[in-house]
């Protein structure tokens, strides 16, 4: 296949751009010797924060070529299909029906697992937030909901004893067994490096094509659900529901050994993580629905209609499983039911929108506020001391919280509660920016529904208080045919949408959650158009987003897929290279020695291949394991073993291509390289992470960092 930028109506103009990165390339291939690292080595440090050196900071992290997982996955095909020829008829049908059903086996198993850890997740989360307050009689491991099962509200639980008589020592007990439980979940983050934080940053950054070692291996799900458990037990403003999405990947990631379609084949496994993250957001909130769509809009950057059903089954299975597994006996799937269903106001659309704009408002004063933080933490060097960070952030929580009984409370009962269909003190929460940089596991999705639905109820009472004020007249008339006109619940459902949407920039997959976890059918409209309102503000203050912010403070490579391809990419104002500053292989003249002085003298991962140097036109590519199995096996003709190990098809651009366009290959194509052609001559290639550095670089007006 071959790609012409003649096709373009800028190719001419445009062109110079694309000659112009070729340059900064491919002067990095050779120009450079010190520069030349292997990906593998580096892959197992840890990330690199922002302000490390720029030319290395993408280097530990592998590119994905997701076109070469796809041939593996027909070789796979073509060798079980062999191995099976001379099986009888009925066994062979079995096997293959096996083979095709592998996918739908591994989502089923992937959803009860997620299930059954995210139930007791709920349960250690529910014990430790009880702990704070006492302990059970019957058994010091029941949480205070087990133990007053039986109980009325109005006669207390004979069962619960409280840690003192006093105020001061049950304050005092609340804030040193909170400040021991964030303690100790900073402690046992820092025994895996990607337990800290929602992990929804590294998985956008996967699923974008690199590899993240270790982001996804069994010891990061262990430690992540204990010291979340432990950080959200504490009563710290973060949330279990982002980190459900991360342990889940991390239990698809791990089953994926099971079945031979997925072991060897990242292509095949980035389906199996997508439908995980589904079932994560599944069981986070109870809406199955809601997660496909949100890993769709938000997660995913390839998401074919095959996998739109098994993501659909996988959360199913979840979800299922986890309300079998309901150990309270409720057997509820909505988690914040609403039980009025009243008609709202047209006159109401006005603060519907007005929240729209303030959620836009407070999602950008949110992230900025992010950002700016995360850069005070680099700078005063804070990620040196996690524990001492997190100790202050959860001893100022407790003082704040415990002040307040509604504070005191898990955000869930807050959301609860400020959804219900009564009167409600409204409260501020403060500490989300704060604790979502903390060193601790925790996401900013409930965090921020919190931060909303007390905004929208505010706003709600505001109207109630109004019409009031003014009577059932002007726009208040409809009131009058009606016993219940206002409800500030409404409101805040509203607001919660709002200010999530504004933080993350979420729409569609929002609309649905909300509609799941809630049963409100009739309020899908005022959420929809808040929502729209939240995202269009937010964008025109600012594109960035929390997890925008992660990415570029550790370094990680992302080329975003939601945004349109960036025109007018400006690169170094120099000519291309010569061609013989580019490593290449030819049919005609390599040797054995050639190729054993190439492995040696770097550690690229594959080659262009032509068929002689004096034409350069375009045979193939070859990766560096093939190169190596050539060496190994010692076979005097090395053009034929170069034809048969080498992929033939390579996708080519034409150097008058225009960036853009190059940009909207790796996206769309989940490319992990494309070779340059002008002429038919080969004359470069471009791969994935140059690109970005080169995008990264024309940001900050400075080019010298373009690098292979």
Aim: proline share 3%.
């Amino acid at each position: 296949m071959r790609w012409f930028g003649k096709h373009h109506e800028d190719a001419d103009e445009e062109g110079e751009e694309l000659v112009n990165l070729l340059q900064t390339v491919e002067e990095a291939h050779s120009g450079n010797p010190e520069h030349v690292a292997e990906e593998e080595q580096e892959a197992r440090n840890l990330p690199r924060r922002r302000g490390d050196d720029e030319p290395a900071r993408h280097q530990g992290f592998p590119t994905v070529d997701w076109n070469h997982y796809r041939s593996l996955a027909r070789e796979h095909e073509q060798r079980v299909k062999q191995s099976i020829r001379r099986w009888s008829p009925p066994l062979k049908h079995a096997y293959l029906a096996y083979e095709a059903a592998q996918s739908w086996i591994a989502l089923g198993l992937v959803g009860v697992l997620c299930g059954g850890i995210a139930s007791m997740l709920d349960i250690g989360t529910d014990w430790m937030s009880d702990l704070k307050f006492g302990m059970c009689t019957r058994g010091f491991w029941i949480s205070r909901s087990t133990c007053c099962v039986e109980s009325r509200e109005s006669e207390g639980c004979e069962h619960w004893r409280a840690w003192g008589a006093g105020g001061l020592l049950n304050f005092l007990a609340y804030s040193l067994i909170a400040c021991g439980m964030a303690c100790l979940s900073a402690f046992i983050s820092r025994l895996s490096p990607f337990s800290a934080g929602s992990g929804l940053s590294e998985i956008k950054v996967v699923m974008s094509g690199f590899e993240v070692p270790g982001l996804l291996d069994a010891w990061t799900l262990v430690t992540k659900a204990v010291a979340l458990m432990l950080a959200v037990g504490s009563g710290m403003s973060v949330g279990k529901e982002g980190p459900f999405i991360h342990i889940a990947m991390i239990v698809a990631n791990v089953s994926a050994v099971l079945f031979s379609k997925f072991r060897n084949n990242e292509g095949r496994r980035r389906e199996l993580l997508s439908s995980a993250a589904a079932a994560g957001v599944a069981v986070a909130f109870g809406a199955p629905i809601g997660g496909v769509l949100f890993s769709m809009e938000e997660v995913s950057s390839y998401f074919p209609a095959k996998t739109l059903w098994r993501s659909f089954w996988c959360a199913i299975v979840a979800v299922l499983t986890l309300q079998r597994l309901n150990f309270y006996g409720t057997e509820k799937l909505v988690m914040f039911e609403v039980q009025y269903h009243h008609n709202w106001k047209w006159f109401e659309m006005g603060p519907f929108l007005l929240l729209g704009v303030l959620g836009g408002l407070i999602g950008w004063i949110f992230n900025t506020s992010h950002h700016a933080l995360l850069e005070l933490r680099r700078l005063r060097g804070m990620h040196n001391f996690p524990i001492k960070e997190t100790l202050i952030v959860s001893l100022v929580t407790s003082l704040i919280h415990y002040q307040s009984s509604f504070l005191r409370t898990s955000s869930t009962d807050m959301l609860g509660a400020l959804f219900a269909d009564c009167n409600t003190r409204f409260h501020l929460t403060h500490l989300t920016v704060w604790s979502c940089t903390s060193p601790v596991p925790g996401g900013i999705l409930i965090p921020s529904l919190c931060i909303g639905s007390l905004l929208g109820r505010a706003v709600g009472l505001i109207v109630d208080a109004t019409r009031r004020w003014v009577g059932d007249s002007g726009i208040f008339s409809v009131c009058r045919k009606t016993t219940s006109c206002i409800t500030p619940g409404v409101y805040a459902i509203v607001g919660a949408a709002s200010v999530l949407a504004g933080v993350t920039r979420i729409t569609v997959c929002l609309v649905v959650i909300m509609l799941e976890i809630t049963g409100g059918l009739e309020y899908v409209l005022p959420v929809m158009a808040a929502v729209m309102v939240s995202k269009w503000t937010g964008d025109a203050l600012g594109r960035r987003t929390v997890y925008e912010n992660v990415i570029e403070e550790k370094g990680y490579p992302f080329l975003d897929n939601k945004h349109d391809p960036i025109k007018n990419l400006g690169a170094a104002d120099k000519l291309v290279g010569e061609e013989d500053k580019l490593r290449f292989l030819s049919l005609v003249s390599t040797t054995a020695r050639d190729i054993r002085e190439t492995l040696a003298s770097c550690a690229y991962r594959g080659f262009p291949v032509v068929h002689s140097e004096e034409e350069m036109t375009v045979a193939g590519y070859i990766t560096r394991e093939s190169l190596e199995e050539i060496f190994q096996e010692g076979d005097d003709d090395i053009s034929q073993s170069l034809v048969r190990k080498m992929a033939t098809r390579v996708i080519q651009v034409d150097a008058a291509a225009p960036l853009d366009f190059v940009q909207d290959l790796f996206l769309t194509m989940g490319l992990r390289y494309v070779l340059v052609v002008r002429k038919s001559k080969l004359v470069g290639i471009i791969k994935k992470k140059d690109l970005i550095r080169h995008i990264h670089s024309s940001h900050k007006g400075d080019t010298s960092h373009v690098v292979h």
